[in-house]
C-alpha cells in the first residue's frame, strides 16, 4: 500500500467518524490530493509555492485551489483577508492556508449555501473554457495554464450562467466587486458604493 493510499485512508476514516453526518463532502480527484497534502502539514500553514513543490514532488499537477476545499465543508484557515469560504487567520502570511480541523466543518459553511454548491458539471467547465480559449481570462485577458472558476455575480451560485474563467489575481480582487456582462464576455468591472 502507498503512502497516499494510507493517507486517503486516514482522512476517510476521519471523515467518516467526525464530518460524513455533518454534510461535509469527500473530495475526488485534485481536491482529494489537495487536501492530502493539507492533512500531511497540519496543523501547520502552508504556503501556495509549497503546496506546488509537494505536489511537484509526488508528481502531481497543484491548480491552487486547495481553498475550494472550505466550499465542501473542510475547515480551512487562510492569511488571505478576502478569505470569505472560510476562516482568516491574522497570523498567517497572506499566501497561507492550513486544513485546522478533522473534527470540526468549516464554521463559516453551510451545506444550504446555494452560492458555495457547484452545480456545474465537467462538461459545462469545459464549455466554458472553450468560449473563452481565445480570449483567456475574462477579466484581464492573460493566457493561463489554469483559471479559477470566478463568479460574475458573487450573491449567485455556480451555474453556467454566472461563472467564467479569471486567473488568481483577477479572482482574488472579483472578491472585492461586481462584473458587467456583455454577449458572454466581462468587459468592465462596477465597484459598487458600500
Not at 473542510?74 to 502570511?93: C, D, H, P, Q, V
Not at 497561507?96 to 462538461?123: A, M
Not at 493566457?143 to 455575480?153: A, S
Not at 450562467?161 to 456582462?181: L, R, T
Request: glycine share 6%; hydrophobic share 30%; aromatic share 10%.
Amino acid at each position: 500500500m502507498n503512502n497516499f493510499t494510507n493517507l486517503k485512508s486516514k482522512i476517510t476514516k476521519l471523515w467518516e467518524k467526525n464530518l460524513k453526518s455533518k454534510g461535509v463532502k469527500f473530495p475526488s480527484g485534485s481536491k482529494l490530493i489537495e487536501l492530502i497534502c493539507l492533512f500531511v502539514h497540519m496543523p501547520n500553514p502552508i504556503s501556495q509555492d509549497e503546496i506546488e513543490k509537494w505536489h511537484i514532488k509526488n508528481g502531481k499537477e497543484y491548480k491552487r485551489q486547495a481553498r475550494h476545499l472550505s466550499d465542501a465543508g473542510w475547515y480551512i484557515k487562510s492569511g488571505n483577508i478576502r478569505f470569505t469560504r472560510g476562516i482568516y487567520e491574522k497570523n498567517f502570511k497572506r499566501n497561507q492556508i492550513c486544513l485546522h480541523s478533522v473534527k470540526e466543518p468549516n464554521p463559516v459553511w453551510s451545506r444550504h449555501n446555494q452560492k458555495r454548491i457547484n452545480n456545474l458539471s465537467d462538461l459545462e467547465w469545459k464549455a466554458i473554457l472553450d468560449k473563452f480559449k481565445d480570449r483567456g481570462c475574462a477579466v484581464c485577458g492573460r493566457k493561463m495554464k489554469h483559471y479559477d472558476k470566478g463568479h460574475v455575480l458573487k450573491s449567485k451560485s455556480y451555474d453556467k450562467f454566472n461563472i467564467v474563467p479569471m486567473c488568481v489575481e483577477c479572482n482574488n480582487w472579483g472578491q472585492e466587486v461586481e462584473f458587467k456582462e456583455y454577449r458572454d464576455l466581462v468587459y468592465r468591472p462596477i465597484i459598487k458604493n458600500k
